[in-house]
């Protein structure tokens, strides 16, 4: 006599396996852009000592963290968190109140990077912007995106992870943008190379130290 699972058992075991991996995919893709946007967070800031010290940025860096971040962040990144967010609103509406409201952080987001392309722009067409603006304008963006990013690590995921169904994970990945990340996703072009390049390089030489 052979002994196997029936087929309706083995399903729902299938079913929740899916649906167990589609929660956890939605949250690594989260976290994983959080760790590509923090060495990116780390690269501006770089670049603005060597501008503070030396007074002269590397102008196609700073042109490529402006267009990277108004590209996979705005596109993918925060919609994709503020259907979390939505989701997390109707489930415990007590939890979403502590996260704060998180679609309008990522307004605020978008025109502090706004802001920021000005300003870069400016600086690359020599125009009068004071240094201090300048640096300002950029700190600000800097340490908003450091704040959110922890504050979403903190309290948000765990409190999504915590609050949402199977079945609201699965409408989330569904409803996902599908917007591929053009710096650090598989199927990259050459368009954000400098960057690319000057990532490798930051990273090689800060293994070394
Ligand atoms: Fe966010
Ligand atoms: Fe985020």
């Not at 196997?4 to 396996?17: G, I, K």
């Not at 609103?89 to 409201?101: I, L, T």
């Not at 679609?103 to 125009?127: C, D, T, W």
């Not at 950029?138 to 959110?148: G, M």
Request: proline share 5%; hydrophobic share 40%.
């Amino acid at each position: 006599m052979f002994l196997c699972a029936p087929a309706p058992s083995l399903h729902l075991a299938l079913r929740q396996t899916r649906i167990a991996l589609v929660m956890s995919q939605v949250i690594a893709t989260l976290r994983r852009d959080h760790v590509n946007l923090s060495r990116l967070l780390n690269v501006l800031e770089h670049q603005l000592t060597a501008f503070d010290e030396a007074g002269a940025p590397d102008y196609d860096v700073l042109e490529g963290l402006v267009e990277y971040f108004s590209d996979y962040p705005d596109l993918h990144h925060h919609p994709l968190e503020n259907a979390v967010f939505r989701k997390l609103r109707e489930r415990d509406p007590a939890a979403a109140e502590s996260v704060g409201d998180q679609e309008a952080e990522h307004q605020i987001l978008r025109s502090l990077s706004e802001k920021f392309g000005e300003a870069v722009r400016n600086v690359v067409m020599e125009a009068e912007i004071p240094r201090e603006n300048f640096d300002h304008i950029a700190r600000e963006l800097l340490t908003f995106y450091r704040h959110h990013i922890k504050q979403e690590e903190v309290v948000f995921f765990p409190a999504a992870e915590n609050a949402l169904t199977p079945q609201d994970w699965i409408e989330i990945e569904q409803a996902a943008p599908g917007r591929e990340d053009p710096l650090f996703g598989e199927k990259t072009g050459d368009h954000f190379e400098t960057l690319r390049r000057h990532l490798m390089a930051w990273d090689r030489e800060n293994q070394q130290t």
